[in-house]
């Protein structure tokens, strides 16, 4: 077992470091923007005339499936996630320095779907953000699930970098380690399991640092229990 997927079974998450250039993630920050500005609507979201998020990132940029193929990654989700591996959600947000935000410790529970009004008895809570339909999945579903988060900026503890509890997504307690502080350079990329437990601070007053992070999260297979559809399903 290589070292990745060492640290991704025991800790929860792995970082790939340097797996795009700096000026690769200009690049792609620049354009992503752009497709933004062009697709208007409630999966947009702005604040004083910019962008600073996304909860449908795959409609205004379905281009972004070409990140994994151009680069290391799409070896790391077949061999993490097998041959039907497909992208199911992206998301995008920054962290700007004049208007930071901070998150509590969670876990990443919810998928987004077609329709989120079927019976279920593998989906709950059913919610809708941004104009996009959501349920809460199954902790076996969640588990087999991998994020990959894109690091447009250096995360630094300057503008409120990603914490995270070592172990938290076996859910057991016992597992558990103390919370880690993650560091990042533009062009790394965080593997995680959306059952690991994460956090995220502001930014420090006075700091100019943007925080802009790509979020993909993949499933292993198409098929979802009881007639439920993902919103998204993009074969790798």
Do not use: C
Not at 102 to 107: I, K, V
Not at 125 to 138: D, F, R, V, W, Y
């Amino acid at each position: 077992m290589s070292n990745f997927h060492q640290s991704l079974e025991k800790d929860g998450y792995a970082m790939l470091p340097g797996v795009f250039s700096a000026s690769q993630m200009q690049q792609l920050g620049t354009r992503l923007i752009a497709a933004l500005e062009a697709h208007p609507g409630p999966a947009v979201l702005e604040s004083r005339g910019r962008i600073y998020g996304s909860r449908n990132l795959l409609a205004a940029a379905s281009w972004l499936i070409d990140l994994p193929h151009a680069s290391q990654l799409a070896g790391v989700l077949r061999q993490t996630l097998g041959p039907e591996v497909g992208l199911v959600r992206g998301l995008f947000f920054d962290k700007p320095p004049e208007r930071s935000w901070s998150l509590p410790w969670h876990r990443d529970r919810t998928i987004a779907v077609k329709d989120n009004t079927l019976a279920s008895k593998h989906f709950h809570n059913p919610t809708q953000k941004a104009g996009i339909t959501h349920l809460e999945a199954s902790d076996t579903l969640l588990a087999s699930m991998l994020t990959l988060r894109i690091h447009l900026d250096a995360m630094t503890e300057e503008n409120g970098p990603l914490s995270v509890i070592p172990g938290s997504h076996l859910l057991d307690a016992a597992q558990e380690r103390p919370p880690v502080v993650l560091s990042a350079q533009a062009g790394d990329v965080l593997a995680m399991r959306p059952l690991l437990s994460h956090a995220s601070s502001m930014s420090k007053e006075g700091t100019t640092a943007h925080r802009r992070i790509v979020h993909l999260e993949f499933a292993a297979s198409p098929a979802l229990p009881d007639g439920v559809r993902w919103h998204d399903y993009v074969k790798l």
